[in-house]
Nanobody, 127 residues
């Protein structure tokens, strides 16, 4: 039913910027972003509600990352700036089709409580 297609990412120097997009087909209630660095668990980053626009961003990237949406295109964006080598990871968007509040993204289990995943895109930040 719901499918997510990601675009963006790539190689960027430390301090640079990268924008990611996640285009959704079908109806979703919220779309969020996760990242997974080599050897680490998948980490929640940000989430936005498709109904009321509520957003949540984790403290470690707040002020550098921003999440937004274009309702006409049914697309969610992750804008990343002041990038650090520690931001290097595969970035995934994820969607919920039932009730979901953006702050809940940091408490759910991404292995069992994600309805739909995007395909992932690599972001590499060089020193």
């Amino acid at each position: 039913q719901v499918q997510l297609v990601q675009s963006g990412g790539g190689l960027v120097q430390s301090g640079g910027s990268v924008n990611l997009s996640c285009a959704a087909s079908g109806v979703t209630t919220s779309i969020g972003w996760f990242r997974q660095a080599p050897g680490k668990e998948r980490e929640a980053i940000a989430c936005i509600s498709n109904t009321d626009g509520q957003t949540y961003i984790i403290d470690s990237v707040k002020g550098r990352f921003a999440i937004s949406r274009d309702n006409a295109k049914n697309t969610v964006y992750l804008q990343m700036s002041s990038l650090k080598p520690e931001d290097t990871a595969v970035y995934y968007c994820a969607a919920w089709i039932g009730p979901f509040a953006p702050p809940d993204i940091v408490t759910i289990n991404p292995r069992t409580e994600i309805d739909v995943w995007g395909q992932g895109t690599q972001v590499t930040v060089s020193s």
